[in-house]
């Protein structure tokens, strides 16, 4: 069994090594292309369309208004990689790996669009009246490749039943440390509440998300900018380490054993890659649940997902780590505990353990509530409505099994499975890339320039016209 879990773990470091980043990366970069480099382009219409809209009435079918929907997605990606990936990364990559997790967010955002754009134009209602979509979706209906698409839902199904175990394990392990808790109350505990929510299916997880994740992040990023202001003359210099050491290696320095060039791209290009969840098929599962009347615009919200994620969290963790110093006295082997040490000097080590503890606590919940409603949306596409009850049980079950840190040798298979799912569905995504710009090209040709004509006569820029329809061919 010990050779075994040793060529899984080979296995699986090879394939999340150069053969995905240079799949993530260069699909990425592909359909930055192909959509004309929209991101870069249109970004202060998408940032209306988002950051401007989030309290706005929705136009057009869905379950789930655009920002439920989006918060839901933010929901499996804002987790423990925010507060404890990014220090990892800098312990082992160095200040500049923070500047290759920029680029490739950048790079990304059209990955995560062009999923959201397809999850949306794919989508079908399910026997319960709710809008369902996803990679396995848009695999089957945009390419006709069924077994493909049954062998990606079959995958992420059973990849969840190890992510909810490694979740559960984690928030365990972190309430025994900070405040004794045993692991089998925690499990208990997360186990009602996740019952709770997803009882009421992705209806009641929107409305939970929606205020739960801007609760979270408020309170997160108030705890930093508060450190941030505390060492804000360290700030300037923070900014010129990670450009500085982007592209030059950095000696060793206290506790900071040292970094090269390719360490710092690895682990923030890594660290880009898997805090987004840009190429994963996850995000356009929630996201198909959305009330739109065009695809193109919950794809905004894909964008958006991206910039709150990346460039906003694990910017400023990376920014609290750099500001105060712990990065150069904490060994790479307790670099999860760097963000907790930054907020000592400030609020003490009791309350900056409650503060990271408590965040990492809601950050967990809400991520095990959506990957399970995910894992269910796998099993109602291979075998109905009535499996996705059944696999409900079966994630419950694998939250107390893995409170207690049991059958972990499932977890070997997480990554594996995980990227059982991402190397078809970026494929598939590049395939379908044209029928992503040509939705894309409807919409900044027809209903953007009808949108800012309707803005200026006083009507209804959601509403779409017979003349923004007429060559329309998105729908």
Not at 305 to 325: H, K, M, P, Q, R
Not at 360 to 379: C, N, R, S
């Amino acid at each position: 069994m010990d050779g075994f879990t040793k060529a899984i773990a080979a296995l699986t470091d090879f394939i999340w090594g150069i053969p995905l980043m240079v799949l993530l990366i260069g699909g990425g970069i592909f359909l930055t292309a192909r959509l004309g480099f929209f991101q870069f382009r249109y970004f202060p219409h998408i940032i209306k369309q988002t950051f401007g809209k989030i309290f706005s009435k929705s136009e057009g079918d869905g379950t789930l208004t655009p920002f439920q929907a989006t918060t839901s997605a933010l929901a499996s990606t804002m987790g423990a990689a925010n507060i404890v990936g990014v220090p990892v990364a800098i312990a082992l990559g160095g200040p500049g790996a923070i500047f290759w997790m920029w680029l490739v967010a950048l790079i990304g955002m059209g990955t995560k669009y062009s999923e959201v754009v397809l999850g949306i134009h794919y989508r079908e209602k399910n026997k319960e009246g709710e809008f369902v979509g996803g990679p396995m979706y848009y695999i089957k209906k945009g390419l006709g490749w069924k077994k493909v698409a049954g062998f990606v839902a079959f995958a992420l199904m059973i990849e969840i039943i190890a992510s909810t175990m490694v979740q559960a394990n984690s928030i365990a392990s972190s309430m025994s440390g900070s405040f004794g808790l045993p692991p089998l109350v925690t499990g208990i505990g997360v186990a009602l509440l996740v019952i709770a929510v997803t009882y009421g299916g992705i209806k009641t997880i929107g409305k939970v998300t929606e205020k739960l994740i801007p609760f979270m992040v408020v309170i997160y990023l108030a705890a930093a900018l508060a450190v941030l202001i505390y060492n804000f003359k360290e700030v300037p210099q923070a900014f010129l380490l990670i450009f500085e050491y982007a592209f030059r290696p950095m000696s060793a320095a206290g506790g900071f054993a040292g970094a090269g060039v390719a360490a710092a791209i690895r682990w923030g290009l890594a660290r880009g890659l898997y805090s987004n969840e840009a190429g994963m098929g996850t995000a356009p599962i929630a996201h198909s649940a959305a009330i739109n009347d065009h695809p193109a615009k919950q794809g905004f919200w894909g964008v958006f997902e991206v910039i709150v994620d990346t460039l906003v969290v694990c910017t400023i963790t990376a920014l609290v780590v750099l500001t105060s110093g712990v990065w150069q006295t904490t060994s790479p082997d307790d670099a999860s505990n760097m963000v907790t040490q930054a907020f000592v000097p400030l609020f003490g080590s009791s309350i900056a353990g409650t503060i990271v503890t408590a965040t990492l606590f809601l950050f967990v919940i809400t991520t095990v509530v959506v990957i399970i409603y995910y894992g269910e949306k796998q099993a109602e596409f291979l075998f109905g409505t009535g499996a996705s009850k059944v696999m409900r049980v079966v994630y419950i079950a694998a939250i107390f099994v893995g409170a207690l840190g049991g059958l972990r040798f499932i977890w070997q298979f997480l990554d594996l499975l995980l990227a059982a799912v991402v190397i078809p569905n970026v494929i598939a995504v590049l395939f379908l890339s044209g029928k992503v710009r040509e939705i894309t090209k409807d919409y900044f040709t027809n209903l953007y320039p009808v949108e800012h004509k309707k803005k200026a006569k006083g009507g209804n820029p959601h509403v779409r016209t017979a003349e923004s329809d007429g060559n329309a061919g998105a729908d």
